[in-house]
């Protein structure tokens, strides 16, 4: 049986994953960068592998916000979460969608899976590694397959 994860934790962690999403929605690098722990690792959806604040903080200021990408949402859904050790483990899907005005048109720009072990430390809950996967039809997991 696994350890229950109490109601401070779960919402302390769900404020961790929107403050995430509200940074790199809004260009804000110092915000998306300060949701990882000290040594915290990213590996991005294109396959790059960052360790480190300091290399997460850099390809942050590189990529928020890409060009053309303001009017993006990202849209998460946090489907599994479970206790492992003294970190947490979170499952998410999420959507980006973005609306432009020229032309005047929404479109789903990507979407995808989040796997996070979160790590308290002493500013509250960080990433200690966030894996940023695609969904496709190629990608997606399938039970028997």
Not at 57 to 80: E, S, V
Not at 94 to 122: F, H, I, M, Y
Request: proline share 4%; with cysteine; hydrophobic share 40%.
């Amino acid at each position: 049986m696994t350890t229950p994860i109490c109601a401070d934790d779960r919402f302390a962690i769900q404020d961790l994953l929107m403050s995430y999403v509200y940074a790199a929605d809004t260009g804000d690098a110092q915000g998306y960068a300060d949701t990882f722990a000290e040594k915290g690792v990213l590996l991005t959806s294109d396959g790059q592998r960052l360790d480190g604040y300091a290399a997460i903080l850099a390809y942050a200021r590189r990529i928020l916000p890409p060009i053309g990408g303001r009017g993006r949402q990202h849209h998460f859904q946090t489907i599994r979460v479970a206790r492992e050790r003294e970190a947490i483990r979170v499952f998410s899907f999420w959507l980006v969608a973005q609306r432009t005005n020229e032309p005047d048109a929404t479109r789903l720009r990507s979407q995808g899976v989040c796997d996070d072990l979160c790590v308290k430390t002493p500013q509250g809950w960080r990433f200690a590694e966030r894996k940023i996967g695609r969904w496709t039809d190629t990608t997606a997991p399938w039970v028997g397959a």
